[in-house]
């Protein structure tokens, strides 16, 4: 019986450290999510700006919008 008991505490221990590894991964993947929005975010500002000022063309704005487009739970600026 008390060996039973001692799997199971061991067990739920065990899923205890299982979900807080996963937890601060998750952590770390958004973090590094929102990284890639913001530089994409301020690649497009750029361009718009570039284009704006007729040092670029129409096509870098296109890539940069593109790009923030595909990024995950990207906010835009609009």
């Known amino acids: 019986m008390f060996a039973a008991y001692r799997l199971s505490i061991l067990t739920a221990i065990e899923d205890v450290e299982n979900a807080l590894v996963s937890l601060d991964r998750e952590k770390k993947r958004g973090e590094q999510l929102r990284i890639a929005v913001r530089a ?5 500002a750029l361009a718009r700006n570039l284009y704006g000022e007729g040092l670029t063309d129409f096509l870098s704005v296109l890539d940069a919008e593109r790009s923030l487009f ?5 906010r835009r600026a609009e």
């Open 40 to 44: 994409n975010e301020r690649s497009t």
């Open 70 to 74: 595909e990024s995950p739970n990207a």
